[in-house]
């Protein structure tokens, strides 16, 4: 696909950092997921194991492979990331007897309850912004907008 860019514009033409689109989205990345570290710790997740347990707790018994469609994740990174959260006792995995080479993913009573002590996280996450909702749902319909428009170069 051929750049837009022409050349001529003072973003095309910068390789100072901070003039950076991608600097100021990765290190913005970085700040956040500092503060869902901290917020995640009480319920002893990592981020990408909130991301799937935020998943199943929309939708239990799911098969693996529609998980990482949601999380734009392959197997081999989401099968470790379900195995922790196995031994953790937060869900089980098992075959499915249609098809043994899919894997379907429940949620324990352990990881059904975890959500209740989850249920703070988004509001934390939104103090720790001190964006309104507004601008930070603006923000997230730009952020899919770029990441479909990404998907497509």
Do not use: H
């Not at 696909?1 to 390789?15: F, R």
């Not at 098969?63 to 392959?74: A, H, P, R, T, Y």
């Amino acid at each position: 696909m051929k750049s837009p860019l022409n050349g001529n514009t003072p973003m095309a033409m910068s390789m100072s950092l901070d003039q950076q689109f991608c600097f100021a989205l990765y290190s913005a990345n970085l700040a956040l997921n500092k503060v869902y570290r901290k917020l995640l710790a009480k319920l002893n997740l990592t981020y990408p194991q909130y991301l799937v347990m935020l998943v199943l707790w929309e939708r239990d018994e799911i098969m693996v492979s529609e998980i990482g469609e949601q999380l734009f994740l392959d197997s081999a990174t989401l099968t470790p990331l379900l195995k922790r959260l196995e031994a953790a006792g937060l869900l089980l995995r098992s075959r499915s007897a249609e098809d043994e080479r899919q894997v379907i993913i429940r949620l324990t009573d352990q990881g059904r309850a975890l959500k209740d002590v989850a249920k703070s996280v988004p509001d934390d996450v939104l103090c720790a912004t001190a964006c309104s909702e507004e601008k930070l749902t603006g923000l997230k319909k730009q952020l899919e907008s770029l990441r479909a428009q990404l998907a497509q170069w």
